[in-house]
């Protein structure tokens, strides 16, 4: 049965084989999609595993081992708003533990840079980043050191004495193979949030899956009709109900099995370029993309099981009855119950509304359960809101091709529904995640400073770190006043007595001391009260977010003298805002004081950033990927109609009817459930997304710019455009040979 099913499957000329191609496709481009977004899952967890042993130095570890300490002193550091992170290590012995990606530990005067900072420093005035780490390059850190290729990483040689005294400093013996039991500030390897890139990923992964399920299911009804009078004819001459399943199934079976073996093959292909998508803000070791055995055999067994049960589903009334295909009545209509799972998945969206579940599993369940279930709400109501519109069109037309279009669409407003489910899904996806993304960047935009901020660098240390008493000399001064691009400089100086503190700030919070003449010089931290020559400025002040230029400080009842000869606690520089300035800047100041942080306002914001970019590129996937399959499912579904229909309208075309007016009936068939149900898809897009915002971040939804509106319109109109284009087909199909009966 099984060979003679196989023989059945393309023995229908081009029709069948064609038919079996198009299945196969949709399957692999499903597979490949699904098979890229675990192994996308799988990499980020990689990446994490990658970066444990930069928390050997986390104070909660208690490992030990019976080895020569090594002294650990891990810091961050930056460039142009990318982060550096930099290990100092120094030796007590020879059997000091040695970080991996490395074969032996840097001599005092040498230090080992990852590939992509290696190639930063070749390409980087050293004045501006290269001077910072004194010494030679001995060589690279391996890439089993690092979470991506994109990573920029610097273990550097000292002598104890320099790593001892440097705050947060600490003596390991073991390097660390798993997270800290806890940690204060201290542990560097945490990664990407592995459970919430889960969540993301697998949002996404539905919104790439859904399309092309329909497309794999519209694939499948081409030539329905035709199927359905030859399986009825074989129950006709004795064919059992069971022998009919195998064929059906086998028949489906061989399109998605050969899809399955195409989609690891593309998924393969692809794998190199997925690698390249910043999902974490940076890219994926291709080898890092990995399936686990489980996954792969999941994958390989249950897609073709999938489209038997398929199969199986989409002809049982012909296994029920040989007459099912003949004796064709008016399907039962759609019922008010399919509007329930859509305003299911609302209502649960909406509930979590000022109830975010405390863990990141409980929000993943939440939030994820309510988009998969309005996506799938979606579907099940499409038939009825079809039916709904056509009812109401038709009470309100007197055209002939409108009254058959929507007569045809309120009797069966599954098949109507059905050639638009795909793009209806893409909208609604789309839409969301344009808001979603759109309403963070907003809202997170200060993290990128205002123009004044931008172009400032400085350096302070923690409250309870020692002031820099050795680190500001007048050739330290000189030096960046003679930057190119240099603009003003301040000098907070230390406050043991906590003179000029504001009313009602903290009694141990000490601002530092300024004077007016420093302050001056960048307004944007703010000013002095009039004829003050000393101020308290609090030391936030100096690394805001935001400009202060508005605010008048207090001020200290010390003299401008007593200020000067105080050691420095802050030091804020501003610039014309060039890179070539701000990096110069920044280096003369770590060169002076390695213990103490130099930043910029970009830096603060920077990792929020790149994992902004990382969204936006996951939503331009979306885009690409959903629009273009929700297309071909559109053209491919307004075929298998025509083609399912042309005796009939080859009868009409027989009685007079003219072509042109069957050209409408088709046109609206299809436009109609588009227009209708793609309002309802945007506007539930944008509900959604309000309360996925308002429940998750507490953020208030941001309306999305013209480009959004822009492409939902060239998307509606591709659309129509698709189903015009098929429309010269039905002259072809319905000459005077298709009105025969046979």
């Given at each position: 049965?099984i060979a003679?099913?196989?023989?059945?499957?393309?023995?229908?000329?081009?029709?069948?084989?064609?038919?079996?191609?198009?299945?196969?496709?949709?399957?692999?481009?499903g597979?490949?999609?699904?098979?890229?977004?675990?192994?996308?899952?799988?990499?980020?967890?990689?990446?994490?595993?990658?970066?444990?042993w930069?928390?050997?130095?986390?104070?909660?570890?208690?490992?030990?081992?019976?080895?020569d300490?090594?002294?650990?002193?891990?810091?961050?550091?930056?460039?142009?708003?990318?982060?550096?992170?930099?290990?100092?290590?120094?030796?007590?012995?020879p059997?000091?533990?040695?970080?991996?990606?490395l074969?032996?530990?840097?001599?005092?005067?040498?230090?080992?840079?990852?590939?992509?900072?290696?190639?930063?420093?070749?390409?980087?005035?050293?004045v501006?980043?290269?001077?910072?780490?004194?010494?030679?390059?001995?060589?690279?850190?391996?890439?089993?050191?690092?979470?991506?290729?994109?990573?920029?990483?610097?273990?550097?040689?000292?002598?104890?004495?320099?790593?001892?005294?440097?705050?947060?400093?600490?003596?390991?013996?073991?390097?660390?193979?798993?997270?800290?039991?806890?940690c204060?500030?201290?542990?560097?390897?945490?990664?990407?949030?592995?459970?919430?890139m889960?969540?993301?990923?697998?949002?996404?992964?539905?919104?790439?899956?859904?399309?092309v399920?329909?497309?794999?299911?519209?694939?499948?009804?081409?030539?329905a009709a035709?199927?359905?009078?030859?399986?009825?004819?074989?129950?006709?001459?004795?064919?059992?109900?069971?022998?009919?399943?195998?064929?059906?199934?086998?028949?489906?079976?061989?399109?998605a099995?050969?899809?399955?073996?195409?989609?690891?093959?593309?998924?393969?292909?692809?794998?190199?370029?997925?690698?390249?998508i910043?999902?974490?803000?940076?890219?994926?070791f291709?080898?890092?993309?990995?399936?686990?055995?489980?996954?792969?055999?999941?994958t390989?067994?249950?897609?073709?099981?999938?489209?038997?049960?398929?199969?199986?589903?989409?002809?049982?009334?012909?296994?029920?009855?040989?007459?099912?295909?003949?004796?064709r009545?008016t399907?039962?209509?759609?019922?008010h119950?399919?509007?329930?799972p859509?305003?299911?998945?609302?209502?649960?969206?909406?509930?979590?509304v000022?109830?975010?579940?405390?863990?990141?599993?409980?929000?993943?369940?939440a939030?994820?359960?309510?988009?998969?279930?309005?996506?799938?709400?979606?579907?099940?109501?499409?038939?009825?809101?079809?039916?709904?519109?056509?009812?109401?069109v038709?009470?309100?037309?007197?055209?002939?091709?409108?009254?058959?279009?929507?007569?045809?669409?309120?009797?069966?407003p599954?098949?109507?529904?059905?050639?638009?489910?795909?793009?209806?899904?893409?909208?609604?996806?789309?839409?969301?995640?344009?808001?979603?993304?759109?309403?963070?960047?907003?809202?997170?935009?200060?993290?990128?400073?205002d123009?004044?901020?931008?172009?400032?660098?400085?350096?302070?240390?923690?409250?309870?770190?020692?002031?820099?008493?050795?680190?500001?000399s007048?050739?330290?001064?000189?030096?960046?006043?003679?930057?190119?691009?240099?603009?003003?400089?301040?000098?907070?100086?230390?406050?043991p007595?906590?003179?000029?503190?504001?009313?009602?700030?903290?009694?141990?919070?000490?601002?530092?001391?300024?004077?007016?003449?420093?302050?001056?010089?960048?307004?944007?931290?703010?000013?002095?009260?009039?004829?003050?020559?000393?101020?308290?400025?609090?030391?936030?002040?100096?690394?805001d977010?935001?400009?202060?230029?508005?605010?008048?400080?207090?001020?200290?009842?010390?003299?401008?003298?007593?200020?000067?000869?105080?050691?420095?606690r802050?030091?804020?520089?501003t610039t014309?805002?060039?890179?070539?300035?701000?990096?110069?800047?920044?280096?003369?100041?770590?060169?002076?004081?390695?213990?103490?942080?130099?930043?910029t306002?970009?830096d603060?914001?920077?990792?929020?950033?790149?994992?902004?970019?990382?969204?936006r590129?996951?939503?331009?996937?979306?885009?690409?990927?959903?629009?273009?399959?929700?297309?071909?499912?559109?053209?491919?579904?307004?075929?298998?109609?025509?083609?399912?229909?042309?005796?009939?309208?080859?009868?009409?075309?027989?009685?007079g009817?003219?072509?042109?007016?069957?050209?409408?009936?088709?046109?609206?068939?299809?436009?109609?459930?588009?227009?209708?149900?793609?309002?309802?898809?945007?506007?539930?897009?944008?509900?959604a997304s309000?309360?996925?915002?308002k429940?998750?971040?507490?953020?208030?939804?941001?309306s999305?710019?013209a480009?959004?509106?822009?492409?939902?319109?060239?998307?509606?109109a591709?659309?129509?455009?698709?189903?015009?284009?098929?429309?010269?087909?039905?002259?072809?199909?319905?000459?005077?040979?298709?009105?025969?009966?046979?």
């Open positions: 049965m003679f099913s196989l023989r059945l499957a393309v023995s229908g000329g081009r029709e069948a084989v064609a038919r079996l191609v198009i299945i196969a496709a949709a399957v692999a481009i597979v490949g999609l699904l098979l890229s977004t675990l192994a996308s899952i799988n990499a980020v967890g990689k990446a994490n595993e990658r970066v444990l930069t928390n050997s130095g986390a104070a909660s570890r208690t490992e030990t081992a019976p080895v300490p090594l002294w650990w002193w891990d810091h961050s550091d930056f460039f142009n708003g990318k982060e550096i992170f930099q290990l100092d290590v120094a030796a007590t012995g059997t000091a533990p040695v970080p991996p990606g074969t032996k530990l840097p001599a005092p005067g040498e230090y080992y840079a990852s590939p992509k900072l290696a190639e930063l420093l070749r390409k980087t005035p050293a501006e980043l290269g001077d910072r780490f004194p010494g030679r390059m001995a060589g690279v850190l391996g890439a089993e050191a690092l979470p991506s290729p994109d990573s920029l990483f610097l273990v550097e040689g000292r002598t104890p004495g320099e790593i001892e005294h440097m705050p947060g400093a600490s003596k390991v013996t073991t390097i660390a193979t798993a997270l800290p039991p806890s204060d500030n201290d542990c560097p390897g945490l990664g990407t949030r592995g459970d919430a889960t969540l993301i990923l697998s949002v996404v992964a539905g919104a790439l899956i859904f399309p399920v329909i497309f794999i299911g519209t694939a499948t009804r081409l030539s035709t199927r359905e009078q030859r399986y009825a004819a074989m129950r006709l001459v004795g064919a059992t109900p069971r022998q009919v399943s195998v064929i059906s199934a086998v028949e489906s079976t061989v399109a099995v050969a899809g399955t073996v195409v989609g690891f093959g593309l998924f393969l292909l692809l794998r190199p370029l997925v690698a390249t910043p999902f974490t803000g940076n890219r994926f291709a080898e890092d993309l990995s399936l686990t055995p489980l996954q792969a055999a999941a390989a067994l249950g897609v073709p099981a999938a489209a038997a049960v398929a199969a199986r589903l989409a002809l049982r009334r012909v296994t029920i009855s040989p007459l099912g295909v003949t004796r009545v399907p039962k209509p759609p019922g119950w399919r509007a329930v859509l305003l299911a998945g609302l209502a649960e969206l909406g509930y979590f000022n109830r975010r579940p405390d863990t990141t599993n409980g929000q993943t369940a939030y994820l359960t309510g988009f998969l279930t309005i996506m799938l709400g979606l579907v099940i109501a499409g038939p009825w809101i079809t039916m709904v519109a056509a009812r109401a038709a009470l309100r037309t007197s055209r002939p091709a409108t009254l058959i279009a929507v007569r045809r669409l309120a009797d069966d599954k098949a109507g529904f059905r050639s638009v489910a795909g793009l209806v899904l893409a909208l609604f996806v789309t839409t969301a995640t344009v808001c979603i993304i759109g309403t963070i960047n907003d809202s997170r935009g200060t993290l990128s400073g123009p004044q901020t931008r172009v400032a660098v400085g350096q302070s240390g923690r409250m309870e770190d020692p002031p820099m008493t050795d680190a500001v007048a050739k330290l001064l000189a030096d960046l006043r003679a930057v190119p691009g240099f603009r003003g400089l301040s000098l907070g100086h230390d406050n007595q906590g003179l000029g503190r504001m009313p009602g700030e903290r009694p141990w919070f000490s601002p530092s001391l300024v004077l007016c003449s420093d302050l001056a010089q960048v307004p944007v931290v703010g000013r002095c009260p009039a004829g003050a020559s000393v101020v308290g400025v609090p030391q936030w002040a100096f690394l977010l935001r400009s202060n230029a508005k605010a008048e400080w207090p001020a200290a009842p010390v003299s401008a003298e007593e200020v000067a000869g105080l050691p420095v802050n030091i804020y520089v014309d805002g060039s890179t070539a300035a701000m990096e110069q800047t920044r280096t003369l100041l770590t060169k002076a004081n390695p213990a103490y942080a130099s930043r306002v970009g603060w914001g920077s990792a929020q950033q790149r994992q902004l970019a990382g969204w590129q996951l939503a331009n996937v979306v885009l690409l990927t959903t629009l273009p399959i929700a297309g071909c499912s559109l053209a491919v579904s307004v075929v298998a109609g025509l083609t399912d229909r042309k005796r009939p309208f080859a009868m009409l075309r027989l009685t009817a003219p072509l042109r007016l069957l050209q409408r009936v088709i046109g609206l068939e299809s436009g109609l459930p588009l227009l209708v149900v793609a309002a309802i898809a945007t506007g539930t897009g944008f509900a309000a309360m996925f915002l429940s998750q971040m507490n953020y208030d939804l941001v999305p710019g480009v959004y509106f822009v492409l939902v319109a060239l998307g509606l591709t659309s129509l455009g698709i189903i015009a284009s098929t429309l010269p087909l039905l002259k072809r199909i319905t000459g005077p040979e298709a009105a025969r009966n046979g």
